[in-house]
């Protein structure tokens, strides 16, 4: 599943390097992750990276990109 960044956004860009696959980039008011080429971090590290230095917590799960690890390992 990719990820979603919701409104409480505070566009501080801190996400946007920690993407190993440069998913993330900033949007009209806020940033927003490419579903497409977001893996979760999946093959990369142990947890999603723009989760973990997120400092308003405003990432989360796409309800409408639900995809397996072997997907997701093959976006990687």
């Known amino acids: 599943m990719a990820y979603i960044i919701n ?4 566009n501080c860009g801190a ?4 993407c190993p696959n ?5 949007g009209d008011s806020l940033y927003v992750i490419n579903p497409d080429l ?6 990369y590290y ?3 990276q723009c ?3 997120c400092p308003v917590d405003c990432i989360e ?5 639900k995809e397996m690890n072997e997907q997701l390992l093959k976006k990687k």
Do not use: K, Q
């Not at 409104?7 to 505070?10: G, S």
């Not at 977001?38 to 093959?43: L, R």
């Open 46 to 48: 142990d947890e999603p």
């Open 7 to 10: 409104e409480d956004c505070i």
């Open 61 to 65: 799960p796409n309800p409408d990109h």
């Open 38 to 43: 977001c893996t979760e971090c999946v093959g």
């Open 22 to 26: 440069d998913a993330i980039s900033e």
């Open 51 to 53: 989760i973990s230095v």
């Open 15 to 18: 996400c946007v390097p920690e």
